[in-house]
């Protein structure tokens, strides 16, 4: 067979007769051949390749994020490289370096930032950008967020709805984008309810950090009767403390809200009421804009509404609307 007739045989949509088809995979399939996807898009200028730069990547929402991605690009005929880095800039530029060397097409951002002059050799080099729930800008990226103070907003009015008059924030030190949001999002609302609330924020954003958070919380003689924790996971340290350490019943002495949608939170042992971020809505969009070529060039942000999901930790007579 010629080297054209195997091409074509190898190229989605190309014309090829069926016997020559038969052919020519029966002798790929003697000989084990398979087509170099890699050589091939570098003749084109392009690998195929996604670089998907996060942090934490063991944590539900975060994996869960990973694997919605990772799914959309393969759906694609892309291939993703995942690179695990820590939330830093200096991780990130490391990581964004790494990228370019195997020629990526494009990397989505989940967590830190690159230096400018990085980032803008990236775009010259036709690389495409997305960033995920980072509050910077990047001439040339796309920018997809939630609105994370508004959750924050809404946690006060259904804390408050379910008869909570010493509200809380439980949040974690890593003061990122997004926490930073809901963290806003509430103190703007209790403050402007006159509503009387405390804050703690420690640790790690994780369900150890939860549980030292509900320590800190609930075993104060003022402990608060509802809390907005920032995420999933320690909401749910939240609520072991209070439930098997401290003796307290949720929802009727303690009403608990918190944010991600992770799968944990509809488990029947906690039955948390959250706000969902739309996951794969926004791997989905951004895999999308990142196809696009020149057209997705004038769309430079998404924003991405969460979703109220109401279950038993907040107390009864609550409107799933509020």
């Not at 054209?4 to 190309?14: D, E, I, N, W």
């Not at 730069?53 to 990973?66: G, K, N, Q, V």
């Amino acid at each position: 067979m010629s080297r054209a007739a195997v091409s074509r045989c190898f190229t989605p949509g190309a014309s090829v007769s069926p016997d020559t088809r038969a052919r020519i995979l029966k002798a790929a399939d003697q000989l084990g051949y398979q087509v170099n996807r890699l050589a091939s898009g570098l003749i084109r200028n392009e690998t195929g390749l996604v670089a998907l730069i996060a942090s934490e990547i063991a944590t539900p929402y975060r994996s869960h994020l990973l694997s919605a991605l990772t799914e959309a690009l393969q759906q694609a005929g892309k291939v993703a490289l995942v690179i695990n880095t820590d939330r830093s800039d200096a991780s990130v530029e490391r990581a964004m370096r790494q990228a370019i060397s195997y020629r990526t097409d494009a990397a989505i951002i989940l967590s830190g930032m690159p230096d400018q002059s990085l980032a803008e050799t990236c775009l010259r080099n036709g690389m495409r950008l997305v960033l995920i729930n980072r509050d910077e800008e990047r001439e040339g990226a796309l920018r997809v967020r939630v609105d994370d103070a508004e959750a924050g907003r809404r946690a006060v009015a259904i804390l408050f709805a379910a008869g909570c008059r010493r509200i809380a924030l439980a949040s974690s030190a890593a003061d990122t984008p997004s926490l930073r949001g809901r963290e806003h999002g509430f103190r703007e609302a209790a403050t402007r309810s006159g509503i009387d609330w405390i804050e703690e924020r420690r640790g790690m954003t994780s369900y150890e950090t939860g549980r030292t958070l509900g320590m800190a919380l609930l075993a104060r003689p003022d402990r608060p009767d509802g809390i907005f924790c920032t995420t999933d996971l320690m909401a749910c340290g939240i609520m072991d403390v209070a439930r098997w350490r401290l003796g307290i019943r949720i929802p009727e002495q303690l009403s608990l809200i918190g944010f991600d949608d992770i799968a944990q939170a509809g488990w029947e042992g906690y039955n948390l009421t959250t706000f969902r971020q739309p996951v794969d809505e926004i791997a989905r969009r951004s895999i999308d804009w990142l196809l696009s070529g020149n057209g997705g060039d004038s769309i430079k942000e998404l924003a991405i509404e969460t979703t109220l999901v109401m279950r038993r930790s907040v107390a009864q007579g609550v409107v799933a609307t509020t």
